[in-house]
């Protein structure tokens, strides 16, 4: 059990391949330092605690000490803080949840709210001149543009790979006071490509772009592991009783 955890933790760690962005560089390198200080600080011993505690059966036994094997593991590339903004979006973070939330503002007109899944689906890309194949991790997006003032508000729903951005659908959504079903329009991709572009252009404006995506790749894949280590802990803590 313990190998085959490792394995999939290993396969998010070194199969993903970040963009070169310059803002999500520096994401990156907040992130490793701010992991470096907690490892330096003394981050919590998993595997030793399986053992100081009070004595239990053969196979209770076995079952803390892979747990804490695989929590130290985990710890390592877990960053004790994820970060709470990107360019113009709050992120909100939700502990436990399988969601993400980012709120941002535009030209201090619009309200833009982005909810992120957690990895929903993967595809194999094959690797040149190499019988093997890296997994490309998949995110589901959905963006709302509200101008608050009561009219239509506008829904995308997205598709985010860890090195671009497709929209899929987009709606229209009318105000509660008027009708609670939203108009839904044609596939996005049947629309003609001059309109394609254009609406590209409009969220790329509002911060909604393959940058974004490469951002939310690299946090979704560093809450995989904390919720994970969380996980690890209720159950650890379960089995101790």
């Known amino acids: 059990m313990a190998g085959f955890i490792r394995t999939l933790r290993r396969a998010h760690v070194w199969k993903w391949k970040s963009p070169s962005l310059s803002s999500f560089s520096l994401v990156g390198a907040t992130l490793r330092n701010s992991r470096s200080a907690s490892l330096d600080s003394g981050i919590r011993n998993y595997s030793a605690e399986a053992v100081t505690k009070s004595p239990k059966s053969h196979f209770e036994s076995n079952i803390l000490q892979i747990l804490g094997n695989e929590m ?7 960053p004790p803080q994820q970060p709470t903004r990107f360019n113009s979006f709050v992120v909100e973070e939700q502990p436990g949840e ?3 939330v980012m709120m941002g503002r ?21 690797v040149e001149e190499s019988p093997a194949t890296n997994v490309r991790l998949h995110l589901s997006l959905v963006v709302d543009v509200s101008k608050g003032d009561g009219g239509n508000d506008l829904e ?3 598709s985010a790979w860890s090195d671009c951005l497709d929209v899929e659908k987009i709606y229209i959504l009318r105000h509660k006071q008027m009708s609670t079903r939203p108009y839904v329009g044609p596939d996005f991709r049947s629309l003609n490509p001059k309109v394609q572009e254009k609406f590209r252009e409009y969220l790329d404006a509002r911060g909604i772009n393959h940058e974004l995506s490469a951002f939310l ?5 560093n809450k995989d592991r904390i919720e994970l280590l969380r996980w690890m802990d209720r159950l650890k803590s379960f089995v101790e009783k």
């Not at 790749?217 to 894949?221: D, I």
């Open 72 to 78: 130290d593991y985990l710890a390592e590339y877990a």
């Open 98 to 100: 399988q969601v993400v």
């Open 156 to 158: 995308f729903i997205c």
């Open 217 to 221: 790749h690299y946090y979704m894949m």
């Open 106 to 126: 535009f030209d201090d007109r619009e309200d833009i709210k982005v909810e992120a899944t957690m990895f929903d689906g993967y595809e194999h890309v094959p």
